[in-house]
């Protein structure tokens, strides 16, 4: 039986008697009626781009990371792309809406948000785990008050069908999905039409011949983490909802006082290693928005979800530890991919000395995700350093309020046209 509750705690963030005492009933609980068990590795990870996104952000998928383009699955509104590296790490599934006039609930999570609205249909879904037994999870979950779609639901909204998902989060806006699949069978999601489109795959193969050519195709390594960001009241019910949902435990928090924020780490207990199942960071603000203005305070994580909703914020690839070019890995990875167009929110940041350096991609306009590179170097078991993610997080908060003023730009000149 797993023990969820015997690792390391790591961090210096303070939580609330509430979060510590239901952290500890809740894994017991989990562990006790083998949920810990039951519950696997991600399998995959799951998003929807607007109508004529989708071949594009392959394009980038496949220049910045491992991911080959598999198949396309065809259904009535969606066209479904999976991507892979290997069996051993999570697909990437990317779901393009056919048509812009769709409605649905993964659109109207966006809609009330004022920069997330412009890209209505632009929404990371969540995480589809790997289960022993499809049938057991989902009794034992609905009876600790978890809520499924139903089948119709799932026909409806055009998701695999031999996958349960839970219903959209009310702290993160993600749902959580299970797949049951023997540890030693091939993934296979049941939905629509397949096939290998042309288009696709030659955007795919386009971009692998150049990371060979460049030399990073044997740099880049699988997802490292995956990182979201909530409102500030809900940090701590969203990290136990989480813990809830699957067979992760809590690695531990920091106060990263200088944003004002804190970076709060859930990792697999069943792998040590990110590439077998990333870890899911949840970055919260320490004070609400509305204090701002008494504190004196940044706040670029709240203001993120103010203007975009509680969502994904970036996903993580790890670079492999070495030297290439009379580089570390991850600065040329960087220099190359700049040199194909691809821009960055900072110089790399960190140190060799430190045991890791980590760099922020320019926000995706496909799909709206910031792609985060990290090297480790040795034996650095860590995610980030306080300076670090102090940095990372305040370049974000420098392009969001650009993003924010352009909008505010575009709106006011829309009132004058008007007027």
Known sequence: MSKSLEFNRHGDKQNSAFFEDYLIRLLEERDRIGLSDLIG???????????GHSIDYIAELALMTPYHYLVTLESESHWTHILRIDMNSPDFLVREVKDPNIRGIFRSLNEVYPIGAKKPNCRYMGEIFRVNNLHDVVTLQ??????????????????????AFTKPS??????VGYLERPDDQLRVYSLGLSSIRNDVQDVCESAKNLQSQVGIDELLRPID???????????EVAILEYLSLTSYFYWGSYDIKDQNSSTNVTKSVHFQQESRSPAKVF???????????????????????RNYGPRLHHVAFAVKDGESGGQTNIDYVVDVIEKHGKQFL?????SQEEGLKQIFSSASEHSSLIIEYVQRFGDFQGFFTKQ???ELTHAAGVEEELNELQKTASDMHGFALQG
């Open 225 to 235: 983490h995956l990182a979201t960001r909530i409102y500030s009241q809900n940090r």
């Open 142 to 163: 609905n009876e600790r008050e978890f809520r499924f779609f139903t089948q119709d639901d799932i026909r409806r909204l055009e998701l695999p069908g031999n996958i």
């Open 388 to 390: 670090n993610v102090a």
């Open 41 to 51: 590795e991600i399998d995959a990870v799951m998003l929807t781009v607007d109508p």
């Open 170 to 175: 009310p702290y993160t806006h993600n749902v």
């Open 346 to 350: 900072l110089d790399v940041i960190g």
């Open 283 to 305: 970055t919260a603000n320490n004070t609400p928005y509305f204090v701002n203005h008494l504190e004196k305070l940044p706040s670029p994580t709240e203001n993120f979800v």
